[in-house]
């Protein structure tokens, strides 16, 4: 059961994306007395408590740990040239080894940076940096930690040791005493303070579990957990493919990053763009803004369009995987007098399953096969979105039974394991199950193939203009 309390995010022109912490604080109190009302469930039956949240963003506390700022978030790009300096000395590919990342204006490091450039009096305050989910853990328990799985979405972690990278936070200028101690997912961070139980409705002592980012979780929650497991599609605000491999996966073109899995001994090569669900989210809300439920109605006229000659980059919050520009903005190509809401649409669920489509062929050309896909995340309840996966990749692409809950079961079976309720993250295999599947049409996939290398290159043709455009968030 799904408990939702909503929050803001401030975007501003220069690539700026925050959330204040006290909002997510606000909203696990608020949703979780929610739960436990609703469900009819009492404070003292709740074994423990778990957590997973997004990535790669940067909290930066005091020495008492309150805030200074708001947290700069994932989608925050604005430290292009903080990245590429860090790139410059410590050098890209080296860079790439190490982390299993490419340094990019995405992730912590280079935030923490941009804040020490412009912002001095706030960064004279910081003590300590975190997470969003290590930072709800901290509310509750008094102890700040994170795990490898968060660790690795900062730019500052060395992948091979398991531990903060001297080598990107000397390129930094930075201590290793900002970053929290480094602990596994599975770990019981402490029980609930007295001086919270009543704000959250929940009994004093419950143990709480520190969890894991939101990418490895949703990985777990979808049952991949080893190789065997095939490959996963998350269609949330930002999406990704990802698998599950025994070592990093370090592609030759660094089209790909690879974090640490919250299953030990494991790690999650993934290759995730900025928008994804976000875009059709965008141009639901261009099309009809006075419409509440706008989506259903547009993907049933969008179904029967003709999008030929018509394409459309996803890229409305610079880019990620695969081409690592921060500069890269969304644009429809080819648009005509005829194109209306449902052809825009389309060409938008397309160019998103064009863009994963080069991120699924660097996973096949590292000897990875991607045959079978199951989907996750709230554009897997599309059966026209998924349809189109399946014909663009040429793969078999399966909705589960986990659509919008992947990260929480994911946060549920580490919790469990933590606490001792279950033996083993294996467990998680038998929570979900496949629902519908969809299998690629050899006419329509040979056509998409074709089209997906147009998309190709109009990105390449106009990736100089993107360049020379000056601000690169504006």
């Not at 995010?9 to 007395?33: I, K, L, N, S, Y």
């Not at 994170?146 to 398991?162: E, F, L």
């Not at 397309?350 to 489509?357: D, K, R």
């Amino acid at each position: 059961m799904l408990f939702l309390h909503r929050y803001p995010t401030t975007f501003a022109a220069g690539g700026v994306a925050e959330q204040d912490p006290a909002d997510w604080w606000r909203a696990v109190c608020t949703a979780t007395r929610l739960l436990l009302t609703r469900t009819g469930v009492a404070a003292d039956e709740v074994v423990a408590v778990g957590f997973g949240a997004q990535m790669m963003g940067a909290v930066l506390l005091d020495a008492a740990h309150e805030p200074v700022r708001p947290a700069m978030i994932w989608a925050d790009h604005r430290s292009t040239a903080q990245a590429d300096r860090l790139n410059e000395t410590v050098g890209a590919r080296h860079a790439y080894r190490t982390l299993g990342h490419r340094v990019h204006p995405t992730y912590s490091l280079a935030k923490v940076v941009w804040v020490r450039d412009h912002e001095p009096d706030v960064f004279a305050r910081v003590r300590h940096l975190c997470l969003a989910k290590d930072y709800v853990v901290l509310q509750m328990t008094g102890r700040l930690l994170t795990d490898h799985s968060d660790a690795s979405s900062t730019n500052a972690y060395d992948q091979h040791a398991g531990k903060w990278s001297t080598d990107l936070l000397a390129a930094a200028g930075l201590s290793a005493d900002l970053f929290p101690p480094i602990v596994p997912s599975a770990t019981v961070a402490g029980g609930l303070l007295p001086a919270v139980a009543a704000e959250m409705g929940l009994r004093t002592g419950t143990p709480i579990v520190l969890g894991g980012g939101d990418g490895p979780l949703a990985a777990l929650g979808a049952g991949v957990l080893d190789p065997s497991d095939g490959a996963y599609v998350y269609l949330g605000s930002s999406s990704w493919v990802s698998v599950s491999a025994p070592k990093p996966l370090h592609d030759a073109h660094m089209r790909t990053m690879t974090f640490d899995h919250v299953v030990p001994g494991r790690y999650v090569p993934t290759a995730t763009m900025q928008a994804g669900g976000a875009s059709l989210d965008w141009v639901a809300e261009v099309l009809s803004p006075s419409v509440t439920e706008p989506l259903p109605d547009l993907l049933a006229a969008a179904a029967d369009a003709d999008t030929t000659g018509l394409y459309f980059l996803p890229h409305l919050l610079g880019e990620r995987s695969p081409h690592w520009n921060a500069s890269a903005r969304g644009a429809f190509l080819g648009l005509a007098r005829h194109h209306g809401p449902a052809e825009l649409t389309r060409a938008v669920l397309e160019g998103v399953a064009f863009n994963l489509a080069t991120c699924v062929t660097a996973f096949r050309e590292a000897g990875i096969p991607v045959d079978s896909v199951d989907a996750i995340g709230g554009g897997a309840a599309s059966d026209l979105w998924l349809r189109i996966l399946a014909d663009v990749w040429g793969a078999t692409v399966r909705r589960r039974t986990i659509v919008e809950e992947a990260n929480s079961l994911g946060a549920a079976v580490t919790t469990a394991v933590a606490v001792g309720l279950v033996d083993d993250f294996g467990v998680a295999r038998g929570l979900s199950t496949v629902t519908a599947e969809f299998t690629p049409d050899p006419g329509r996939h040979t056509d998409y193939r074709r089209r997906h290398a147009t998309f190709a290159d109009a990105y390449r043709r106009l990736e100089p203009w993107f360049t020379t455009q000056g601000d690169p968030g504006g």
